[in-house]
């Protein structure tokens, strides 16, 4: 499988401003100093292997939108967040007219992680088939009413896509165009869920908007269950855990040490910090990774467990 991440940025979507650009590219120009870069192709290989990460990307951007790929026709997804804009873009530029069946699974109904469909372009092409999974019975009811008026100029009814709503059953595993999917029920406002995915032998878990406080004991071991051995977790990782366990205790997010510590005893290999915190600059945010891979690596035990933190536009191959 292919993981794709079109928007890892929380509860709502940022972007650079020209102060960040200025001093990156200040900081580019002063590290290119005497370096002979008068064409386009030696400038782009000096920013991807000698500019740091802070200096040559940035942290997403878009809110919530996972893809990944099975080598099936058929796409998938999860959340439609404002990613779902540059996602649905790929799709249709990809099908080059054809008619695609696109298969969303939605954690919840929370304006960031719904706010992108009424700009995902395989909505309005006829010949599309879009399923939308997910567990909350008001789901439908949700992605119409953001597009009522006077929210929206275009209502849900005149999308050209056929649009079908699936509810699934949290702990109920269900086979979906050759993928095995599981929800699981978190802890967040009105609730949420993960989605844990199976195909080929390899497994990953989207555990978004969920708040892990680790003092019960049942709740921890049913989340490590449904970690359990994944080739990658993706993790709500909002805040730092002096955040997760002070002002924002309740808030319905979670923290890069719980996020360490939920793989750890689920011996999961890669551990993706996600839905990142739209007050977090791209140093927060560095800062953050660096102290999860720090707290990886004082504990560790038999297995490392990989410690990245997402961003638009990232792949993973599993
Ligand atoms: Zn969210
Ligand atoms: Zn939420």
Known sequence: MRV????????????????????????????????????????????????????????????????????????????????????GAHVLARQAGR????????????????????????AYAPGCRIRMY?????????????????????????????????????????????????PNLQFHSGDSYGFRFEHGGRSFVYNTDSEHKLDDNRETQRIVEFFRGADLVIFDA?????????????????????????????GAKKLALFHHEPANDDAAITRILKDARRLEELTRQARKLEVIAAYDGLEIDL
């Not at 940025?9 to 590290?31: E, H, I, Y």
């Not at 008619?99 to 395989?122: K, Q, R, T, Y």
């Not at 953001?146 to 509810?167: C, K, N, T, W």
């Not at 955040?243 to 360490?260: L, Q, R, Y």
Request: hydrophobic share 40%.
């Open 238 to 266: 909002m805040y730092s855990l002096a955040e997760a366990v002070s002002v924002k205790a309740d808030w319905g997010h979670s923290s890069n040490v719980v996020g360490v510590e939920l793989c750890q005893m689920a």
């Open 4 to 87: 794709r991440f079109w928007g890892t940025r929380g509860s709502m979507p940022v972007s650079l401003t020209w102060l960040d650009l200025r001093d990156r590219l200040a900081q580019a120009l002063v590290l290119a100093q005497g370096k002979p870069l008068d064409t386009m192709e030696k400038a782009v290989s000096f920013v991807e292997r000698e500019l740091d990460f802070s200096v040559s990307h940035t942290f997403g951007g878009h809110s919530s939108c996972v893809e990944f790929e099975t080598g099936a026709d058929a796409y998938f997804v999860c959340d439609m967040g404002s990613g779902a804009r540059p996602f």
């Open 134 to 182: 997910g567990c909350h019975p008001e789901l439908e009811h949700a992605l119409r009413r953001q597009q009522d008026p006077p929210s929206f100029p275009v209502p849900f009814s005149q999308l050209g896509a056929r649009i079908e709503f699936i509810r699934l059953v949290p702990g109920e595993t269900r086979e979906v165009d050759g993928v095995r999917v599981t």
């Open 99 to 122: 008619p695609a069946l696109i298969n969303v699974f939605m954690s919840h109904m929370h304006w960031d992680h719904i706010m992108g469909f009424p700009f995902f372009g395989p």
